[in-house]
């Protein structure tokens, strides 16, 4: 019975060491984790900062754009229902309601209605370009940053290698590994890091992009039906230009 009570202590006895060496091992692997931002030096500043202003860039567009977008073709058969019916001050007042890009440019074709249709396609024109202004905000800064964050991580990679060979002019020549780490953390750390970082917002840019680009041919070829409205046969819109 003794006997057996001893093999039991020491089988509890592996397990609390096992478990300790595994507890031990992960706190090593998230130490590990920050060792590695730490090593890659004062360049990682500026490539956080460069990720941070990506991820708020891209939520912010994306917010954007979601609340912009609309089906054009309900809207278009509504207004043009209320433009046929005489209702012009009820056309305006839903395009004011539903406050999106293209209602926005309706509006200000709309509000011209009675003028020449060359001043109604102007009014129309400008109020496209300011949407199109809203939509690309910020898509500048975007590309900035995926070209810029990838150089900013070459630039450690040169800072660090620099490092590296001062220590071994320093030293003489008289050098190992160990001695290297830092400056060669630091180049392959800030390297990788900008990498990332400049992938992640050139994979965004070009989504956010084509998301933009969709949104403004749907603007235009929506624009384009509204004044084919306006030039059809005076029986047939006449209610609408009173």
């Not at 058969?77 to 440019?105: D, F, W, Y």
């Not at 300011?130 to 150089?151: H, N, Q, S, Y």
Request: aromatic residues 8%; negative net charge.
């Amino acid at each position: 019975m003794m006997e057996i009570i001893s093999q039991a202590n020491i089988v509890l006895a592996t397990l609390i060491q096992n478990n300790d060496a595994e507890e031990l091992v992960a706190g090593e692997e998230t130490l590990s984790l920050f060792e590695l931002l730490i090593q890659g030096g004062f360049i990682m500043i500026p490539i956080g900062i460069l990720s941070l202003v990506a991820i708020y860039v891209i939520a912010e567009r994306w917010q954007f754009l979601k609340n912009s977008s609309m089906e054009a073709d309900p809207f278009l058969a509504s207004v043009e229902n209320m433009l046929r019916a005489g209702e012009t001050k009820a056309a305006l007042s839903h395009c004011e309601q539903v406050n999106k890009p293209l209602g926005r440019i309706l509006k200000q074709g709309i509000s011209r209605l009675g003028r020449p249709i060359s001043d109604i396609e102007e009014a129309i024109k400008n109020a496209g370009k300011k949407e199109i202004f809203m939509l690309e905000k910020r898509m500048d800064w975007l590309a900035t940053i995926a070209g810029v964050a990838p150089l900013i991580g070459f630039l450690g990679t040169v800072t660090g290698m620099i490092q590296a060979f001062m220590q071994i002019q320093s030293l003489q020549g008289n050098v190992n590994p160990s001695v290297l780490a830092g400056g060669i953390w630091e180049a392959l750390i800030t390297t990788a890091a900008g990498l990332a970082v400049g992938i992640f917002a050139f994979f965004f840019y070009n989504y956010l992009l084509s998301k933009i680009n969709r949104m403004v041919f749907e603007l235009e070829m929506a624009t384009t039906e509204f004044i084919e409205l306006l030039q059809k046969p005076a029986s047939k819109k006449e209610s609408a230009l009173r």
